[in-house]
């Protein structure tokens, strides 16, 4: 799945088939919210790590969540 940063603090996860079947994070500082992510990154296990500016931290997903 490549994940894609929206204008909104979501992030998409689309899968090779193109279908959207799932998303991450709603505006917030919590587990699972993003203030201003900024960058995403997807490891080699599918893990996926999203960078925020103004949280100053990096969040993990991991595979199938």
Known sequence: ????????PTIVPI??????DRKWGTQGT???????????AVA???SVYVVEAEGD?????APGS
Do not use: M
Request: glycine fraction near 16%; aromatic fraction near 10%.
């Open 30 to 40: 919590g587990n699972g919210e993003f203030d201003a992510p900024v960058g995403v």
């Open 15 to 20: 899968p090779s088939s193109g279908v959207f």
């Open 57 to 61: 931290r990096i969040q993990k997903f």
């Open 1 to 8: 799945a490549i994940p894609i940063l929206l204008p909104t």
């Open 44 to 46: 080699p296990d599918g």
